[in-house]
């Protein structure tokens, strides 16, 4: 995944997931603490696929319901995407489950007036005891990339995807060198 133009509150979700599924301490001196991202939490939320195919919030923090006007909880992730968007969002929930990465959604948040906002969703899976991957709950950070103000107060109701980042499932191995010698 091209991380150079994400939102330094996705950067820092991501980095932890990567630890956290590679089985690394997750206590280092250097990794970011919670106090110093407060917004970053307020933005999180779970979804569960469910049987009929959705993805079902668990949880969502006060800043994501109170940004789309509503508790979330077993509301249906897939309802705040309308036509193409809602199958295509369905599509790539699908292969950030199957391929076990987080993905990137770029697009952007309306109003029922009319007031848009620029959104960046970030979906990674949530790995199981064993480290299995295939786990059908997701948890995702809901970011809006400035211009808030613009709505007025008023609750974000319909969304829009701008573009896809997929999960990157290249494997990092150990490299090989070849050196020689004239000798």
Same mark, same amino acid.
Do not use: C
């Given at each position: 995944?091209? $991380?150079?133009?994400? &939102?330094?509150?996705?950067?820092?979700?991501?980095?932890?997931? *990567?630890?956290?599924? *590679?089985?690394?301490?997750?206590?280092?001196?250097?990794?970011?603490? /919670?106090?110093?991202?407060? $917004?970053?939490?307020?933005?999180? +939320? =779970?979804?569960? &696929?469910?049987?009929?195919?959705?993805?079902? +919030?668990? @949880?969502?923090?006060?800043? #994501?319901?109170?940004?789309?006007?509503?508790?979330?909880?077993? &509301? !249906?992730? #897939?309802? #705040?995407?309308? %036509?193409? !968007? *809602?199958?295509?969002?369905?599509? +790539?929930?699908?292969?950030?489950?199957?391929?076990?990465?987080?993905?990137? =959604? *770029?697009?952007?948040?309306?109003?029922?007036?009319?007031?848009?906002?620029?959104?960046?969703?970030?979906?990674?899976?949530?790995?199981?005891? %064993?480290?299995?991957? !295939? @786990?059908?709950? #997701?948890? %995702?950070?809901?970011? @809006?990339?400035?211009?808030?103000?613009?709505?007025?107060?008023?609750?974000?109701?319909? &969304?829009?995807?701008?573009?896809?980042?997929?999960?990157?499932?290249?494997?990092? %191995?150990?490299?090989?060198?070849? /050196?020689?010698?004239?000798?």
């Amino acid at each position: 995944m091209q $991380d150079r133009s994400i &939102h330094p509150n996705t950067r820092i979700l991501i980095d932890a997931w *990567r630890r956290m599924s *590679r089985g690394q301490d997750t206590n280092a001196v250097d990794d970011p603490r /919670v106090a110093e991202h407060p $917004d970053l939490i307020t933005q999180l +939320f =779970v979804v569960q &696929h469910s049987k009929d195919n959705g993805w079902r +919030f668990r @949880t969502a923090g006060q800043g #994501l319901s109170d940004l789309l006007g509503r508790d979330l909880t077993n &509301h !249906d992730f #897939l309802e #705040l995407w309308s %036509g193409p !968007d *809602r199958f295509m969002m369905t599509h +790539f929930m699908e292969a950030i489950r199957y391929d076990g990465a987080p993905g990137i =959604v *770029r697009g952007r948040g309306e109003t029922l007036a009319g007031q848009r906002v620029e959104v960046e969703i970030t979906l990674m899976p949530l790995v199981r005891p %064993g480290g299995r991957t !295939d @786990t059908p709950r #997701l948890l %995702g950070l809901y970011q @809006t990339l400035g211009g808030e103000p613009m709505l007025k107060g008023r609750p974000i109701w319909r &969304h829009r995807i701008s573009m896809l980042v997929p999960p990157d499932t290249r494997i990092e %191995g150990p490299q090989l060198r070849l /050196v020689t010698t004239n000798a």
